[in-house]
């Protein structure tokens, strides 16, 4: 059965290598949607898929896809799938270069090259 779920997450989780960990997470289990910045140093994260695929998926957000981001809250909204056929990175939205918690200062890994 498809599902598919909303998820905004609050946190250090910009300019962290947050994206980029988040969609090879996607790629690994089959699950389509999108990632981007919004403002306030949040990020959103549409998922859709196999059920079992898209809980696995949240799991996994919750418990934190790289040690260089700290999630403080994950809040998960059910929605109707969209019939999305990749997983992408979105343009960031204008406002999320309003950044409210500064990450920390390391180095570039190689998947974020």
Same mark, same amino acid.
């Given at each position: 059965?498809?599902?598919?779920?909303?998820?905004?997450?609050?946190?250090?989780?910009?300019?962290? #290598?947050?994206?980029?960990?988040?969609?090879?997470?996607?790629?690994?289990?089959?699950?389509? #949607?999108?990632?981007?910045?919004? #403002?306030?140093?949040?990020?959103?994260?549409?998922?859709?898929?196999?059920?079992?695929?898209?809980?696995?998926?949240?799991?996994?957000?919750?418990?934190?896809?790289?040690?260089?981001?700290?999630?403080?809250?994950?809040?998960?909204?059910?929605?109707?799938?969209? #019939?999305?056929?990749?997983?992408?990175?979105?343009?960031?939205?204008?406002?999320?270069?309003?950044?409210?918690?500064?990450?920390?200062?390391?180095?570039?890994?190689?998947?974020?090259?």
């Amino acid at each position: 059965m498809l599902s598919a779920a909303k998820l905004t997450i609050t946190g250090v989780v910009q300019g962290v #290598g947050f994206r980029p960990a988040i969609t090879r997470l996607a790629l690994s289990l089959g699950v389509k #949607g999108y990632v981007k910045n919004l #403002g306030g140093g949040e990020v959103e994260i549409w998922v859709e898929g196999e059920s079992e695929k898209v809980d696995s998926f949240i799991k996994s957000v919750e418990g934190g896809v790289t040690p260089t981001a700290r999630i403080e809250k994950v809040v998960v909204s059910d929605v109707e799938p969209q #019939g999305m056929r990749s997983f992408t990175i979105l343009k960031s939205t204008p406002e999320s270069i309003l950044i409210s918690q500064i990450p920390p200062d390391i180095g570039i890994c190689k998947w974020c090259l």
